[in-house]
């Protein structure tokens, strides 16, 4: 008696039930996936705009856009492609304003528990040098193992443009270590 009906899409009879499955599994994977989420953002806006920020924008952007997901197997393709192309956005808004550092943001790569040394520091120096654009190349190719064609499409930009980002990162954070050694 206490069950509530749903008034049915008449052109497709299922719509109703698929669209409460995805905003069932969209927000049971926001609940899931929210740190990775922000741990990604922060790889990307480095030091320029808080990564909470730009995954809520991400959240938002998402739900508004639900519809257009495709297939729910790739949700997670979907949904880090949204969380980048905000963090990007957002980082390159002039006035965005600076958030301190904190320990999420400045880890690169290693846990948030160890100990940080110098070579980490360096690291994290060297990175702190990228473009936004090279910042979220080596991101997603080298820290979240995406393919150089899914990086692309997640950026939307061409293959080639994708792999002269990564190639240009590469050579700076070369150069921004050989620095740091001196």
């Known amino acids: 008696m206490g ?18 499955t995805l905003e069932d ?27 909470e920020d730009a995954v809520q924008a991400a959240m938002e952007q998402a739900w508004r856009r639900r519809a257009t997901l495709r ?13 980048v192309r905000e963090a990007i956005r957002l980082n390159r808004k002039p006035w965005r304003r600076e958030v301190p550092a904190n320990e999420s943001q ?10 940080v040394g110098p070579d980490q520091l360096d690291l994290d120096a060297a990175f702190a040098t990228l473009s936004v654009d090279q910042r979220a190349a080596v991101v997603l190719h080298l820290y979240a193992g995406y393919s150089l064609a899914e990086t692309a499409r997640m950026m939307d ?13 590469r050579r700076r954070m070369r150069i921004a270590l050989a620095e740091e050694v001196r």
């Open 3 to 20: 069950t509530t009906i749903e008034p049915m899409d008449a052109s497709n009879p299922g719509a109703a039930v698929r669209e409460a």
């Open 25 to 51: 599994q969209l927000a049971a994977f926001f609940d899931t996936h929210y740190e990775r989420m922000v741990a990604l953002a922060a790889l990307i806006c480095h030091s320029g705009v808080s990564p």
């Open 71 to 83: 297939d729910a197997l790739r949700l997670r393709w979907w949904l880090d492609r949204i969380v």
């Open 106 to 115: 400045i880890r690169l790569l290693g846990d948030a528990g160890a100990k």
């Open 157 to 169: 930009a061409p293959v080639e443009t994708t792999r002269s980002r990564l190639r240009l990162a």
